[in-house]
């Protein structure tokens, strides 16, 4: 089952702050963080592996409730590079010991001068 | 030196044709994953081969078979292909270890399938 992201689209002028959520109805034992640009394909940014824990890459940060199976993705003095496509991504039981990593539905984040 | 590659970069066929598209990882890693990317930009997971396991998406219909000669590679077969499945299909790999649950995805760029 898919992981569950909000907002689906977000505009911001640049320098302002914006958090994206993600949250799952199953139990998390990690959160992945992507951006894709237009046209590219997904990056990493980030992994999430312990209840309250807390990362940060340049100005974009993330925090893991694995109580409250939440995630949020922080990012702020936004710059427009920071434009895309985001994604978290879960990774849910499939069966048979295995596991596949399933993506949200992902926030459009639209960075303006 | 591109870690996941995939080709071609753009496909364009007619309905019916069965066609293939090829990925390879040059990182050495045990996991590897096709993604379909619809139109509005949902990343749905297809398929995840681990180690000679094929894990299937239940959603994912018959006519699609992934194909792995060896670790490095696993190709995407498609037979009867219809207008529903134009999209952009992603090969990605990553490191396995017993939940897969941290380690990173590395995607390749793509493949844009027009089916007309």
């Known amino acids: 089952q898919q992981p569950v992201q909000s907002p689906q689209a977000v505009i911001l002028r640049e320098g302002e702050d914006a958090v994206i959520n993600c949250s799952s109805s199953k139990a998390l034992y990690s959160v992945h963080w992507y951006r894709q640009k237009h046209g590219e394909a997904p990056v990493f940014l980030m992994i999430l592996l312990k209840g309250g824990e807390q990362k940060g890459h340049d100005k974009i940060s993330a925090s893991f409730n694995e109580k409250k199976q939440q995630s949020s993705l922080y990012l702020t003095a936004s710059q427009l590079s920071y434009s895309g496509t985001y994604f978290c991504g879960t990774f849910a039981y499939s069966g048979a010991g295995s596991y596949q990593l399933t993506f949200g539905k992902g926030t459009k984040l639209s960075v303006i001068p | 030196d591109t870690a996941v590659s995939q080709t071609p970069k753009y496909l364009v066929t007619q309905m019916g044709n069965d066609k293939s598209i090829k990925c390879e990882q040059n990182?050495?890693?045990?996991?590897m994953y096709w993604y379909k990317q619809d139109s509005k930009k949902f990343l749905k997971i297809m398929f995840s081969?681990?180690?000679?396991?094929?894990?299937i998406n239940e959603t994912v219909p018959n006519r699609f078979s992934p194909k792995s000669p060896d670790k490095a590679h696993l190709n995407l077969h498609i037979n009867s292909l219809e207008l529903g499945d134009s999209a952009v299909y992603f090969c990605?790999?990553?490191?396995?270890?017993?939940?897969?649950?941290?380690?990173?995805?590395?995607f390749g760029q793509g493949t844009r399938l027009t089916v007309v």
């Open positions: 081969y681990n180690n000679k396991e094929l894990i």
């Open positions: 990605a790999s990553s490191p396995w270890d017993r939940f897969s649950t941290t380690t990173e995805a590395f």
């Open positions: 990182l050495g890693h045990d996991t």
